[in-house]
Nanobody
Framework: QIQLVESGGRSVQAGDSLTLSCRLS????????MGWFRQAPGKEREFVGA????????KFADSVKGRFTISRDNDKNTVYLQMNSLKSEDTAVYSC????????????????WGQGTQVNVSS
């Protein structure tokens, strides 16, 4: 059974950096595109960024472009979300997701989710 487990979320100050991890078990990470999404209180889940299976193709939401980056270590079955220059509006539960088509970075490609990890950014 495929399972995604996120970790690394915590409370930080505005301007800080933080790296989240997402580990896949029960599957092979290199078979999938990987995405990160977030959901703030009272808001719908929104796309943050995505990475193709090889890491050569990336896509980010305008709100995080230039501040966040995604990387993956297929040997460790783990994908990372590096977040820099954090803002209070980045406060949310961050979840990773599997994309069935390894080169497709559109939101519709992602259909298996982890439970998420909470990030709180105080100003």
């Amino acid at each position: 059974q495929i399972q995604l487990v996120e970790s690394g979320g915590r409370s930080v100050q505005a301007g800080d950096s933080l790296t989240l991890s997402c580990r896949l078990s029960g599957g092979t990470l290199s078979s999938y595109a990987m995405g990160w999404f977030r959901q703030a209180p009272g808001k719908e889940r929104e796309f943050v960024g995505a990475l193709s299976w090889s890491g050569t193709m990336k896509k980010f939401a305008d709100s995080v472009k230039g501040r966040f980056t995604i990387s993956r270590d297929n040997d460790k079955n783990t994908v990372y979300l590096q977040m820099n220059s954090l803002k209070s509006e980045d406060t949310a539960v961050y979840s990773c997701a599997l994309g069935r088509h390894p080169y497709e970075l559109g939101v519709a490609n992602f259909d298996s989710w982890g439970q998420g990890t909470q990030v709180n950014v105080s100003s």
